[in-house]
């Protein structure tokens, strides 16, 4: 049973930051890890990935430059630096993992199957 629980959601002002991290209940230095998010009547979108190595990244355009994945293998934990948050990162963020090891394909969305429930992000204008 894959358990991945996500923490550091709040409300703040556009031009803010916030850190999102999810813990894992098993180790995760072999999986590829992303951040995915969905707002209200929108579909989910894959906002960041990270390689397993930590050695690549991947962002959704809207987010390049705002946003930086981490990944701590210690502590099975992968962390979000949200940075100038606007109004329309206004959503319900995700962390998942893959179900298969070293996939490498950590900027696919198909790439993951296991998902968290989730921590509310909310930027008012």
């Known amino acids: 049973q894959v358990q991945l629980v996500e923490s550091g959601g709040g409300l703040v002002q556009a031009g803010h930051s916030l850190r999102l991290s999810c813990v894992a209940s098993?180790?995760?230095?072999?999986?590829?890890m992303g951040w995915f998010r969905q707002a209200p009547g929108k579909e989910r979108e894959l906002v960041a990935g990270?390689?397993?190595?930590?050695?690549?990244?991947y962002y959704i355009d809207s987010v390049k430059g705002r946003f930086t994945i981490s990944r701590d293998n210690v502590k099975n934990t992968v962390f979000l630096e949200m940075n100038n948050l606007k109004p329309e990162d206004t959503a319900i963020y995700y962390c998942?993992?893959?179900?298969?090891?070293?996939?490498?394909?950590?900027?696919?969305?198909?790439?993951?199957?296991?998902w968290g429930q989730g921590t509310q992000v909310t930027v008012s204008s």
């Open positions: 998942a993992r893959p179900g298969v090891a070293y996939a490498s394909t950590w900027d696919q969305a198909y790439t993951y199957q296991y």
């Open positions: 990270i390689k397993w190595s930590g050695g690549g990244t």
């Open positions: 098993g180790r995760i230095f072999m999986y590829d």
